[in-house]
């Protein structure tokens, strides 16, 4: 392939985030009387929490009423007492730093919040080398539904044939593949090779996919 782009996923991908997420989850439920298992909700991290939440208590949605404030707190357990516990993935800067240096357009696709991705690119010490993405301000649906990924392509004008998104989760590959990109995913996620399966390589992380930079999709 011609490649021109790539778009990064960042929980999971480049910060070691998705446990965090999911105890965030966990944690502001119960501040609202709902008794949500971690094991419940770690398969679902990935997704955005417009989707997440629905799937754990129907009634509910992260816009409104209870639901909101919900995701409002679980927004504020992660900026204020999870940060600190969370770490880059392996070689992440090492590799966005190689992509640059290639010449490609990089682009974060994220329905984070923007507090949210300064703090995550802060912790993949890759603030100063990322400087487009977009948050959940910019799409009406959250992975794995493909508005954000579309949205990075259009922010960023790249062509879905001349793009890679490097992602971690089922729902990358999900909402990129309904937006025409292919994905490289990595098992810093947490998931199985099984469930990353529709990616067109899978690595053990960033420095992974570095040390076999040449043989990959992103050198053909």
Same mark, same amino acid.
């Given at each position: 392939?011609?490649?021109?782009? =790539?778009?990064?996923? =960042?929980?999971?991908?480049?910060? $070691?985030?998705?446990?965090? *997420? ?18 419940? =909700? ?30 409002? *707190? ?15 993935? &392996? ?13 490609? *357009? ?33 799409a009406e649906r959250s992975k794995p539904a493909p ?10 004008? $790249? ?21 025409? =990109? ?29 040390? *076999?930079?040449? &043989?990959?999709? $992103?050198?053909?």
């Open positions: 392939m011609a490649l021109s782009g =790539v778009i990064l996923d =960042v929980d999971g991908t480049l910060v $070691l985030s998705n446990d965090v *997420h999911a105890q965030g989850w966990v944690e502001a439920f119960a501040a609202y009387g709902y008794d949500i298992p971690f094991e419940q =909700v770690r398969p679902m991290i990935g997704m955005g929490g417009d989707q997440i939440m629905p799937k754990l208590v129907p009634e509910l949605n992260s816009e409104a009423g209870t639901g909101k404030q919900i995701s409002d *707190h679980r927004k504020e357990l992660i900026l204020n007492k999870f940060s600190s516990r969370l770490a880059p993935t &392996q070689g992440a800067r090492d590799l966005v730093q190689k992509l640059r240096n290639k010449g490609l *357009h990089l682009i974060v696709a994220s329905s984070a919040s923007e507090q949210e991705m300064e703090m995550l690119l802060k912790v993949a010490q890759v603030e100063d080398l990322l400087q487009e993405f977009t948050t959940s301000n910019d508005d954000i990924v579309a949205v990075a392509l259009n922010k960023a004008h $790249l062509d879905p044939a001349e793009t890679v998104m490097l992602g971690d989760a089922p729902y990358d590959i999900e909402s990129a593949g309904k937006a025409g =990109v292919r994905v490289i995913a990595f098992r810093t996620g947490g998931f199985s090779d099984e469930q990353l399966s529709g990616a067109i390589a899978i690595y053990d992380d960033p420095a992974d996919l570095l040390a *076999h930079y040449d &043989q990959s999709p $992103l050198a053909a």
